[in-house]
Nanobody
Framework: VQLQAYGGGLVQAGGSLRLSCAASGRTFSMYSMGWFRQAPGKEREFVAAILWSGSSTRYAESVKGRFTISRDNAKNTVALQMNSPKPEDTAVYYC????????????????WGQGTQVTVSS
């Protein structure tokens, strides 16, 4: 599976930014998808996930109410809408795809895409 993330950049705190990830190489609609991030000097952490069916989503507490994950199975894309970002959201954001079809383990085992840098200025 190939995952191409894009949309990162510099955004002011309180603004908005939309990340997207295009997937290829397998049947997209069969796999749960998500986003993780890694800030300098910190471990990679979970941000958001959406089940293969699109019927359920999950968020890290730190982004709940501000970020929204969505998927378009017709376009093989998953997006992360970042509203009201904060400087502490600054990180490299990674797209992730579940290794197993129809998984409900919330991305316990994933394939990684390349990261996209998000920098939030205060």
């Amino acid at each position: 599976v190939q995952l191409q993330a894009y949309g990162g950049g510099l955004v002011q705190a309180g603004g908005s930014l939309r990340l997207s990830c295009a997937a290829s190489g397998r049947t997209f609609s069969m796999y749960s998808m998500g986003w993780f991030r890694q800030a300098p000097g910190k471990e990679r952490e979970f941000v958001a996930a959406i089940l293969w069916s699109g019927s359920s989503t999950r968020y890290a507490e730190s982004v709940k109410g501000r970020f929204t994950i969505s998927r378009d199975n017709a376009k093989n894309t998953v997006a992360l809408q970042m509203n009201s970002p904060k400087p502490e959201d600054t990180a490299v954001y990674y797209c992730a795809a579940d290794q197993n079809p129809y998984g409900n383990t919330w991305l316990a085992n994933v394939y990684w895409g390349q990261g996209t840098q998000v920098t939030v200025s205060s």
